[in-house]
């Protein structure tokens, strides 16, 4: 089982603040996603980063892949009531296996 | 269907019985995967299918958890002589296949009493 760690595991926060979540690995991993989930939903994909190194930007959210592809990172900028939910990294293995993180739990204070 | 449906939505057993859980993928979805997530937590692997290879079962838990898929579409858990610990929300999802984005069903909320 791949293990991906998450930091941090809560963040309470005021709106409009900056914040940074951080995903990492001792494996390598084809592609790494981001998703977003709600109470009693089901997780929603946010993004997919493919290449060491990638930068994709989503209006206030930045995701960066590391260059070794073993960790990744998600950046919001100027945080909103809405952003609030239940973060996860998950990495796709070389068997086409998806494999997630241990969460991050954001919670921006109006 | 539109998305991946998991049914039920809620399970409450006692310990001891057997329970099966249900997931109709998205059609044409060639991978399948089970997931548990306690509460809060990030989500635990449990077995992947993928087309008709054989599936990775590396994430069962112990030897009372199994798990089929039929033609290549519905999927389903069981959980054999349930336990407490066994309480938590299983989550199915499915993607078309490798880079894409993976659609999850809304669980299943097993108690175990």
């Known amino acids: 089982t791949q293990l991906l760690e998450q930091s941090p595991q809560f963040l309470s926060i005021q709106e409009g603040e900056n914040l940074t979540v951080y995903c990492n690995s001792s494996?390598?991993?084809?592609?790494l996603q981001w998703y977003r989930q709600e109470p009693g939903e089901g997780p929603v994909l946010l993004v997919t980063?493919?290449?060491?190194?990638e930068v994709k930007k989503l209006k206030r959210l930045t995701f960066q892949f590391g260059d070794a592809r073993k960790d990744s990172s998600l950046h919001i900028t100027a945080a909103q009531p809405g952003d609030t939910g239940l973060y996860l990294c998950?990495?796709?293995?070389?068997?086409?296996?998806?494999?997630f993180g241990t969460g991050t739990r954001l919670t921006v204070i109006p | 269907g539109a998305g991946v449906s998991q049914s039920p939505s809620n399970k409450v057993t006692e310990k001891g019985k057997d329970v099966e859980l249900r997931c109709d993928p998205i059609?044409?979805?060639?991978?399948l995967y089970w997931y548990r997530q306690s509460l809060g937590q990030g989500l635990e692997f449990l077995i992947y299918?993928?087309?008709?290879?054989?599936?990775?079962k590396s994430g069962l838990p112990s030897d009372r958890f199994s798990a089929e898929r039929t033609g290549g579409s519905v999927s389903t858990l069981t959980i054999q002589r349930t336990q407490q610990e066994d309480s938590a929300v299983y989550l199915c999802?499915?993607?078309?296949?490798?880079?894409?984005?993976?659609?999850f069903g809304q669980g299943t909320r097993l108690t175990v009493v």
């Open positions: 999802a499915s993607s078309l296949w490798v880079y894409t984005e993976a659609f």
């Open positions: 494996s390598v991993f084809s592609s």
């Open positions: 980063v493919v290449t060491g190194g």
């Open positions: 998950a990495g796709l293995t070389g068997a086409n296996n998806l494999f």
């Open positions: 059609s044409g979805h060639t991978a």
């Open positions: 299918f993928q087309g008709n290879s054989a599936p990775d």
